[in-house]
Each structure stands twice: as C-alpha cells, then as structure tokens.
C-alpha cells in the first residue's frame, strides 16, 4: 500500500490550492481515503473522506472551501482548497481507512495506512 501527496506549496490568503493524492496497492472498493492536516503543536485533523458509498462530513473550518474529489481512473484522490485562510497552514495528508466508509467525524485511529504529507501554508 502507498499513498503520495503532493500539491502544497506558499499561498496568500483567499487563493486556492489543489492536493493530489496518488493511492496504490489495495482495491478502493474496499477502503475509504481520507484527509488529515495537522498544524505545529497541534493534533493531526480530519478534513475530509471519500468512499464509494459515501463521505464524510466537513469540519465547521473548512466547510463550504475544500471539496474532496477522486478519479479512480487515476488512482487519485483530490482536494479542492479555496479562500484559503493563515489558520489553513499545516502538513496535509492522505490515508487509507480500515474499512469502506467514511463515518463522522473522522479518526486518525481508523486509518492505518499514510502518505508522507505536502505542506500548505497561507500568508496573510
């Protein structure tokens, strides 16, 4: 199993970014992808999850900006940031849960599989 994030970069506030998340070695009918971003000195946070049967809800934070995405085709699972905020700042990444479906809220604890991150960081 691997999963490769990429995408982050330095973004002014209010722009948009869009993270990639390229998934292998296991059937995505099976497992949902999820995405965390965890700031300095704070714990790791869901984001976002996408499975085949259903998705997670967003956090109050970044509800109505980010929007999770997939293309099978491609084995790639997307996320769409928009209006960008400085609290937005952190290292994003990808993971593969334990089982099919997405749940709310997201826990770190139902993943077990992680991308090495891409970090994301919104000037002001």
């Known amino acids: 199993v691997q999963l490769a994030e990429s995408g982050g970069g330095l973004v002014q506030a209010g722009g948009s970014l869009r993270l990639s998340c390229v998934a292998s070695?296991?059937?995505?009918?099976?497992?949902?992808i999820g995405w965390f971003r965890q700031a300095p000195g704070k714990e790791r946070e869901g984001v976002s999850c996408?499975?085949?049967?259903?998705?997670?809800d967003y956090p109050d934070s970044v509800k109505g900006r980010f929007t999770i995405s997939s293309d099978m085709a491609k084995n790639t699972v997307y996320l769409e940031m928009n209006s960008l905020k400085p609290e937005d700042t952190g290292v994003y990444y990808c993971?593969?849960?334990?089982?099919?479906?997405?749940?709310?809220?997201?826990?770190?604890?139902?993943?077990?599989?992680w991308g090495q991150g891409t970090q994301v960081t919104v000037s002001s």
């Open positions: 070695g296991f059937s995505w009918d099976v497992y949902a």
């Open positions: 993971a593969k849960k334990i089982w099919e479906t997405c749940g709310s809220p997201l826990f770190t604890y139902e993943y077990d599989y």
């Open positions: 996408i499975s085949r049967s259903d998705g997670a």
